[in-house]
């Protein structure tokens, strides 16, 4: 008879548990995006790269005489500080947009928690970067990126849409392989920050945002 | 009608339900999470919770966060068994 009822009664529960312990409004196209941005800066950097050992034929003198003396390192820093920032400005402009279509509070307890909880893992390895580079070990630096940066999802994806967390397990398998080879971090980088983002960023669009 | 039965009164109102969904799926949420999730007034969120209190189906603290008073609801077992009978009763009957 009240039959109406019990179903808003049922719908509304649900609504309300996925709404106060998960933030379901990020963007998948801004995933694409900043997997876009990822490839072209590791184009970039790639460029720069044959550029600077062509230049130093006889061998790679600059090393010894301190890591961050050199040009190449400003300019590979640059690249990958302009790829971050446009990566996250598009991503919250995005996400912005999308929590405003579906009437969820950009600010609140579960975005607030999504973000924490991303970073947590996130500034971890940042710090442990520096760290690596402090040692003289900088060769680590992009497995420890992709590394923690896995954490960082699979850790998020209690509090957002579950499917973040295989892209964490693909940036960890990826980043531990690329232990094994020292030296091609930028590959390495490209197939996780580029290609994973982009296959997952398109994945979440067609099942979460295409409507 | 046994059915019947297990539907609660106690969580026969869109806002009551709403705390307790939240509470099912958060250890805890204070007063001012809850508000901005339900829309509710301040007065009107009151009177619900302390509906669902005396009926000791959520416990309240009160403490204080540095000087700001803060109220914390969390479900106590007892509501978390009720609120469970309540969903599959209503479950069952929207499958009738």
Same mark, same amino acid.
């Given at each position: %008879? #009240? /039959?109406?009822?019990?179903?808003? #009664?049922? /719908? ?20 694409? =995006? ?47 500080? /302009? ?11 995005? +996400? ?9 509070? %950009? ?16 500034? +971890? ?19 420890? +990126? =992709?590394?923690?940066?896995? =954490?960082?999802?699979?850790?998020? /994806?209690?509090? +957002? %849409? ?41 994945? %979440? ?7 | ?13 869109? $806002? ?11 250890? !805890? ?7 901005? *999730? *339900? ?6 969120? &009151? ?9 000791? !189906?959520? *416990? ?12 914390? !609801?969390? &479900?106590?077992?007892?509501?978390? *068994? ?11 009957? $929207?499958?009738?």
């Amino acid at each position: %008879m #009240d /039959s109406n009822k019990y179903l808003d #009664d049922i /719908s509304e529960i649900k609504n309300m548990m996925s709404r106060s312990s998960r933030f379901i409004s990020l963007s998948g196209i801004s995933g694409v =995006l900043a997997g876009f941005y990822a490839l072209v800066g590791a184009g970039l950097a790639y460029i720069r790269l044959k550029e600077f050992s062509s230049a130093n034929y006889e061998g790679l003198s600059g090393r010894s005489s301190g890591l961050w003396g050199n040009d190449i390192i400003k300019d590979l820093a640059i690249i990958a500080i /302009s790829v971050i920032v446009l990566a996250v400005v598009t991503g919250i402009m995005l +996400t912005v947009k999308k929590a405003k279509k579906s009437g969820e509070k %950009m600010w609140d307890v579960s975005s607030r928690r999504l973000v924490l909880n991303f970073l947590l893992p996130l500034l +971890t390895g940042g710090a442990f970067c520096l760290v690596l580079i402090q040692y003289g070990v900088a060769g680590l630096v992009a497995p420890a +990126t =992709l590394v923690f940066y896995g =954490l960082a999802c699979i850790n998020a /994806s209690k509090y +957002t %849409m579950r499917d973040i967390r295989y892209m964490g397990l693909a940036f960890i398998i990826i980043g531990l392989i690329s232990t094994q080879f020292i030296g091609y971090g930028l590959y390495f980088w490209a197939l996780g920050f580029g290609v994973c983002h982009i296959v997952y960023g398109a994945l %979440m669009h067609f099942k979460y945002d295409r409507k | 009608m046994s059915i019947i039965n297990n539907i609660n009164k106690a969580f026969d109102h869109r $806002i009551r339900l709403g705390i307790m969904s939240i509470l099912m799926v958060n250890d !805890y949420a204070d007063f001012k999470m809850l508000k901005e *999730l *339900l829309g509710a007034t301040d007065g009107n969120l &009151a009177s619900h919770t302390k509906a669902l209190e005396k009926e000791e !189906y959520i *416990l309240v603290e009160k403490q204080f966060i540095g000087r700001k008073p803060n109220t914390r !609801y969390s &479900a106590t077992k007892l509501g978390k *068994l009720q609120f469970k009978k309540h969903i599959d009763a209503l479950e069952k009957l $929207i499958g009738k």
